[in-house]
Nanobody
Framework: VQLQAFGGGLVQAGGSLRLSCAAS????????MGWFRQAPGKEREFVAA????????DYADFVKGRFTISRDNAKNTVYLQINSLKPEDTAVYYC????????????????????WGQGTQVTVSS
């Protein structure tokens, strides 16, 4: 699976963005997907994950209802809707697929994901 994230940009605090991650390959629906982010000078951190069917979802604590992950297996795409953006949300956002095909339980560990896309920059001004 090859992934490409897009949809980032420069927005004011309180604004919204919808990030998309398009996957190529026929096995997209076989993998859980995750969104991560990396701010300057910081380690990459987990944001959200979604199971193969979309029935199970997990979020980082800092999301606090502002982010929504979803997927459309027919379009080989996973989305991240971000509302009420804050300056501390500024980061490069990456999507990735679970290393393990058909994993039963969602994982939030960065090292359990691969096929990282190139990332999309989100910058929030105060």
């Amino acid at each position: 699976v090859q992934l490409q994230a897009f949809g980032g940009g420069l927005v004011q605090a309180g604004g919204s963005l919808r990030l998309s991650c398009a996957a190529s390959g026929r096995t997209f629906s076989s993998y859980a997907m995750g969104w991560f982010r990396q701010a300057p000078g910081k380690e990459r951190e987990f944001v959200a994950a979604i199971s193969r069917s979309g029935g199970n979802i997990d979020y980082a604590d800092f999301v606090k209802g502002r982010f929504t992950i979803s997927r459309d297996n027919a379009k080989n795409t996973v989305y991240l809707q971000i509302n009420s953006l804050k300056p501390e949300d500024t980061a490069v956002y990456y999507c990735a697929s679970d290393r393990l095909r058909y994993r039963l339980v969602l994982t939030t560990s960065t090292d359990q994901y691969d096929n990282w896309g190139q990332g999309t920059q989100v910058t929030v001004s105060s």
